[in-house]
């Protein structure tokens, strides 16, 4: 007997049940409080002490000013395998010696892996400008900043940005790690960004206001609303994000969806530096590397960026992804998609074949 076939409705339904949409993601407010008791937590914004004289050239000196790292703990590491690398080694004293000689490991991988925990304050962004000086000395361009925060002052997170912008940075946020608050901003300034654990704003706590009224109040957050739009947009975010760190209250927190942080801008590739990159791509490796380039990383994000998967799970993704779009390329291999893990399987497989060399018996 002939099978009936079914009518085009009904088989549309029936294909609709059999393969459901898949659910929208709901925003999330959840209530917050600091870890440690303190006012200054989740995103606030500071008069800024007049500085007595221009900083130091890091750049061009080795006698940096003294600095300690107090908000937060920061470790150096010069592997992309966390899992199984951990996070290196502790570094607090940011004067020019404790961090070269932390960062000098680094020159054998050519990775650079600076994992903070803590805060975002002045000295935070200290150590984000004194550790990318010290990238640039040493040759290192694969820059990852692994972090995690729940928030802090609202012009360092910005000022940490824009040195994040300028030095080519990757940021993580990992599995059992939040991005709250200021630390948002942060965000915004790195080239590629990672996203497994949480981010989330609220709006922003005046401190050391003189306001004595809303109207006075709301005229020096919208300065500040307006200093967070224009950040946001020299670095490739979405100037609504400023909206909305200024409507949800700031005992609370507002979880971001994944479309959400894609609409802001603040996960995967950042959006003005890939147009800079394209450019100069282009004119060094070719149209054929910036179009493979750009169907790899639109592939990454369709098959290996999924919302709560884990850091390392992404990566192994994209090193498995990219072999079908022509990566690493012969030509400019360095510029290639995830090219951080062929410097560490390389400086890896070098040291392997020099310790081989010297225990094989000569003659």
Known sequence: MRARLLPPLLLCVVLSACNPAPPVEQPVIIETTSGDGETNYGAVSVDEPPVPEPPADLASTTDWPAEQLTSGEAKISCEVDYETAGDGLPLAD???????????????TGVLRLSYAGKIAPDFSALVERVGVMADRMGLEDRILDIDSSGGQVEAAIRAGDIIAEDGWT????????????????????????????VGVHRIIRLQSEA???????????????????YLARNGGAVALADMMM????????????????EFGIVGINAAQDDLD?????????????????????????????????????????????????????????DSPF????QAIHASTGAADEAMTEATPAG
């Open 339 to 342: 090219s951080e893990f062929d």
């Open 171 to 198: 940021i993580w946020v990992r599995e059992d790690a939040v991005c709250h608050s200021s630390c948002v901003l942060v965000l915004a300034g790195g080239d590629n960004r990672l996203i497994s654990g949480k």
């Open 247 to 262: 409507t949800v209250p700031n005992r609370s927190l507002r979880l971001l969806t994944t479309n959400e942080l894609e």
């Open 212 to 230: 004595t009224s809303r109207a006075e109040l709301s005229q020096e957050l919208q300065d500040v609303h307006s200093n967070i739009e224009q």
């Open 94 to 108: 940011l004067g020019f010696e404790p961090v070269a000689d932390a960062m000098a490991p680094c020159q054998d």
């Open 278 to 334: 394209r450019i100069r791509l282009a004119r060094k490796c070719g149209e054929d590397f910036v179009r493979r380039r750009d169907d790899f990383f639109r592939s990454f994000d369709r098959k290996c960026a999924t919302p709560g998967e884990d850091v390392e799970a992404m990566n192994s993704c994209g090193l498995e992804l990219r072999e079908r779009f022509g990566f690493p390329d012969g030509k400019c291999r360095v």
